[in-house]
């Protein structure tokens, strides 16, 4: 969207800029769900297509052992984010999300572990192809 510009670093900032980057709003800090006095980083940043509000967002832990994956969206510039992980597997940090271009509700995520697909906006995944190896993807 023009003018939205999103920046995740690797120490766990995440900024939001509505003039063109002109000027940013650090909004990491109302990622819930992440434990306390762990060292994160922002590994995927996606605008949406459809919506100027609306940003998905993959979270990594693994620099302080935590390899849960982290997945999240938000429909108002980051003052609020909900977790979309759902049912994929407890074990496997995130390295990517994408939202599908065409579609809004499916989605893709490159895990430590493979990639994973929803159709329902987040809500629920499946193992994206079943004779895609269950290797580490990180782009999509």
Do not use: C
């Amino acid at each position: 969207m023009p003018g939205i510009v999103w920046a995740g670093t690797d120490d766990g900032n995440l900024q939001v800029s509505r003039d063109g980057g002109m000027t940013f709003t650090e909004v990491g800090k109302n990622l819930q769900g992440l434990p306390a006095n762990h060292q994160y980083w922002i590994s995927r940043v996606d605008a949406s297509h459809f919506d100027q509000g609306t940003a998905y967002v993959a979270v990594d832990g693994h620099r302080s052992d935590d390899l849960k994956p982290y997945v999240f969206v938000t429909h108002d510039f980051g003052k609020s984010f909900q977790s979309v992980a759902g049912n994929l597997p407890q074990y496997g940090n995130v390295q990517v999300i994408r939202e599908d271009p065409k579609n809004k509700d499916l989605l893709y995520v490159g895990t430590e572990f493979g990639l994973f697909v929803s159709l329902d906006g987040g809500k629920s995944w499946q193992k994206f192809m079943n004779n895609y190896p269950t290797v580490r993807t990180d782009d999509i």
